[in-house]
């Protein structure tokens, strides 16, 4: 391990951090659990105080890359699902992609009349016919993220009697000819609820990601209303940024 530089300017604590972190993501992926040297351990090999040690493992788990297990020690988080923004493909395409196998289980799926802002958000009428599909998101078999999906009904007749333990947007293609094919989102963050703490498996206090998004067709006619919550442990989003023209 690489030993802190008592002639550098930079703190310890940050230097600590920095090790660490570097040593948490060459971190071999996989469902063993993965220990941390001990505080004890931490303080005789970079001879810095107790309390120098804690604050740099203090930013690690602030970060979610760490974890504490009562009277165990102290281990390595698993690697986080990055999800990009910059590009409109499904939840199931992007975990494929990252290298996890999917998995989705149906909470509950009915007809529903629409209220606002699910009415708001499709463009329908209120007390029109929606289809409510909530559905649980899984990566390697470990519950990441809770989604509601609402359809207008007269878009998708008889969707509530197909198999959507598949990729929803892989049924409206092929099924009804819906192509999704742009989007406008809404990313902020907050606690769980009671329902989402107990299928998530998190505790309470742990804030989860939540995104609202309005899907459009390549009719560009709102097609569907998403409501989803990752766990913020699990999941992450990615952005690309550039700078606009000056004017």
């Given at each position: 391990m690489t030993r802190i530089d008592k002639q550098s300017p930079i703190p310890y604590y940050i230097q600590l951090a920095n090790i660490l972190r570097r040593r948490i993501n060459a971190s071999p992926i996989s469902g063993e659990q993965i220990s941390l040297p001990s505080e004890n351990e931490l303080v005789q090999i970079h001879q810095i105080s107790r309390a120098t040690v804690r604050q740099s493992l203090k930013e690690l788990e602030r970060e979610g890359l760490i974890y504490k297990a009562k009277g165990k020690g102290t281990y390595i988080a698993k690697h986080r699902v990055r999800y990009s923004l910059n590009q409109l493909i499904s939840t199931t395409e992007d975990m494929i992609r990252r290298g996890w196998i999917p998995g989705l289980k149906v909470i509950s799926f009915k007809e529903i009349d629409a209220y606002s802002p699910i009415a708001d958000a499709l463009e329908?009428?209120?007390?029109?016919?929606?289809?409510e599909l909530?559905?649980?998101r899984l990566g390697n078999e470990e519950p990441v993220g809770l989604q509601w999906a609402y359809l207008p009904a007269k878009l998708c007749p008889g969707l509530i009697d197909l198999d959507l333990t598949a990729s929803l947007n892989r049924v409206m293609?092929?099924?009804?000819?819906?192509?999704?094919?742009?989007?406008?989102?809404?990313?902020?963050?907050?606690?769980?609820t009671k329902f989402e703490s107990k299928h998530l498996e998190i505790p309470a206090n742990?804030?989860?990601?939540?995104?609202?998004?309005?899907t459009f067709s390549s009719e560009d006619l709102p097609a569907e209303f998403l409501r989803s919550t990752w766990r913020s442990d699990r999941y992450e989003y990615e952005f690309s940024l550039t700078r606009?023209?000056?004017g």
């Open positions: 329908i009428d209120e007390n029109e016919k929606v289809y909530c559905r649980l293609e092929d099924k009804y000819g819906v192509r999704f094919w742009s989007a406008r989102e809404f990313l902020g963050a907050r606690l769980p742990l804030p989860i990601i939540y995104m609202e998004r309005v606009p023209s000056s």
